[in-house]
C-alpha cells in the first residue's frame, strides 16, 4: 500500500524559511513525477512546484525563486524548501503524484506564516 507523508510544516515569521519532507513507502518517488500542492482555507488545492521523473522542476509563479523542489530517490524523499516566505503562503502542503493519485493524498503538513 502507497503512503505518502509529510512533515517539516510550523510557524514562522515573514521572510523565514522551512523545509518539507514527503517520506514515501516504496520507490513511487523515483518512478513518478511528482508534486508538492497546498490548500489555504476557503481555497482549491493547488499545485505549487514540479519535478518530473528526469528532474526537471517547475513552479508556480508566486512561488519561482523562492521555493525548489527535490528528491532522494536513495532515501525515497522528495523536499521543498521554502524561503522568503510570505503570509500568502500559509496553507496546508500535501505532496503526491503529478497530478495527483486519489488514493496517495496524506494528511498534509500545515504551514503558517505570519506577517
Known amino acids: 500500500q502507497v503512503q505518502l507523508v509529510e512533515s517539516g510544516g510550523g510557524l514562522v515569521q515573514a521572510g523565514g524559511s522551512l523545509r518539507l519532507s514527503c517520506a514515501a513507502s516504496g520507490s513511487i518517488i523515483s518512478t513518478n513525477d511528482m508534486g508538492w500542492y497546498r490548500q489555504a482555507p476557503g481555497k482549491q488545492r493547488e499545485l505549487v512546484a514540479a519535478?518530473?521523473?528526469?528532474?526537471?522542476?517547475n513552479y508556480l509563479d508566486s512561488v519561482k525563486g523562492r521555493f525548489t523542489i527535490s528528491r532522494d530517490n536513495a532515501k525515497n524523499t522528495m523536499y521543498l524548501q521554502m524561503n522568503s516566505l510570505k503570509p500568502e503562503d500559509t496553507a496546508v502542503y500535501y505532496c503526491n503524484a503529478n497530478p495527483g493519485f486519489g488514493l496517495w493524498w496524506g494528511q498534509g503538513t500545515q504551514v503558517t506564516v505570519s506577517s
Open positions: 519535478i518530473t521523473r528526469g528532474g526537471r522542476s
